[in-house]
Structures are given as structure tokens and as C-alpha cells.
């Protein structure tokens, strides 16, 4: 009768066991797909004790309006008629930005100011930089240390265009172009939206294009 008892002890918990590995790879599933994240790279931890009847072959995965890409947040999971918010923790391995040597406030920063490193993505400021494309010829807003993760928090745009500044703009309609000149109203970058306002005293906005013009469309 104990060895019996034993028995069903044992299989309660292989049981739980292989449901709660179902789940770990709906998880895994549902993040490879949707955020393209290699099973290799990153490992899921939930926090939440899983209701063992919940579990379906093909349930419903929503993520929460709290999701940063990686860390703790709160995934909707549905399976039939019943749901349930489950604390997931998404511990992520990957490249990122840091900065090679100390880049002063101010500084336009280039490739050569930068360093790829490997390490978890889960731990880093939000922002933080995962390409040098995205970094290169922006300004940082103040001094960024050696080492120091790069985030968009700490840079901005390169200003290719400043306040006062006198502009060409283009007001483009359908079948037509009609080029003035105006005085910018903000600072701005490439692809940035700023506004102008031209010489008959009306404001526009436009996108400032690559050779410093702001184009209107109508």
C-alpha cells in the first residue's frame, strides 16, 4: 500500500512536471515568433504557481501593456473559457552598445567612439542601443564613460537645422512644387518633423530632408 501511495506521489509530480514544461514551450513558441528571439538566447522563468487544468494544446498567449522587451511583466494566458495573468521573467543574451573610450558632452558621435559587447539585455537601461547604425552622428547630452551602455535617453539627433535659421521649403502637391523660404521655428534633423514659418507669415510643418530642405506635402 505504501509503494502504491509512493507511486502516485511520484507521478502527481512527473506529471506537473511535463505540464509545466508544455508551458515553458508555449512561452518559447510565442516569443520566437513574435519577437523572432532564439530559444538559444533566451531563457523564461514564471513567477506566477500555474493552475495545472489550465493547460491546452494550442491556448492564447496576449502580452500585457507593461512589456519592455525583456525583465518581469505579465502575459494573458487562455486557454478555452479560462485565463489567467502569469509573471514572466524573459532573461535575454545578446549584443549591445557601449562606448569605447569617454565621449565628451556634445560630441558627434562615430563608429569609432563605439564597442559591440555581449552580455544580458534584461539587465541594461532601457533605450540601450543593440545597433551602431542607430548611434552614429547623434550628440550626446552629456559625458558618456568608458564602458557606459548608449541609450537614446542620453543622445539626440544630429541638428541639421537650427532655430532662426533661414530654410528653403518645399510645398508639394499633386502635380505641382512650390519652393519658398522661411525661418525655422525648432531645431531638427534629418527625417524630423519641424516647423516653419515662411514668409507670408503662414506656419508649416514639414520633414527636413537630406540636403536641408523642409518638404510640405499638401
Keep these: 500500500m505504501k509503494l502504491i501511495k509512493i507511486f502516485f506521489i511520484l507521478l502527481f509530480f512527473l506529471s506537473f512536471k511535463l505540464n509545466a514544461n508544455d508551458l515553458i514551450n508555449h512561452l518559447n513558441e510565442f516569443f520566437k515568433q513574435e519577437y523572432s528571439l532564439n530559444s538559444n538566447y ?58 569605447k573610450k569617454k565621449i565628451f558632452r556634445g560630441t558627434k558621435i562615430s563608429e569609432s567612439d563605439l564597442q559591440v559587447t555581449i552580455g544580458r539585455l534584461d539587465k541594461l537601461p532601457r533605450g540601450t542601443y543593440i545597433n551602431i547604425k542607430d548611434v552614429v552622428n547623434r550628440v550626446n547630452l552629456r559625458d558618456i564613460l568608458p564602458f557606459q551602455p548608449i541609450t537614446s535617453f542620453i543622445t539626440r539627433v544630429f541638428w541639421t537645422i537650427l532655430s532662426n535659421q533661414e530654410v528653403t521649403v518645399k510645398l508639394k502637391g499633386k502635380n505641382f512644387e512650390i519652393i519658398t523660404f522661411g525661418k525655422a521655428l525648432d531645431n531638427g534633423g534629418f527625417n524630423e518633423k519641424v516647423r516653419v514659418k515662411i514668409r507670408d507669415g503662414k506656419i508649416v510643418t514639414g520633414i527636413i530632408n537630406e540636403n536641408k530642405e523642409v518638404i510640405v506635402v499638401l
Design 42 to 99: 533566451f531563457k523564461i522563468i514564471v513567477h506566477t504557481p500555474f493552475k495545472k487544468k489550465q493547460i491546452c494544446k494550442k491556448p492564447y498567449l496576449l502580452l500585457a501593456n507593461n512589456f519592455y522587451n525583456f525583465g518581469v511583466f505579465d502575459v494573458l494566458y487562455i486557454c478555452n473559457q479560462q485565463h489567467q495573468f502569469l509573471k514572466i521573467e524573459l532573461q535575454v543574451k545578446g549584443k549591445y552598445i557601449i562606448a
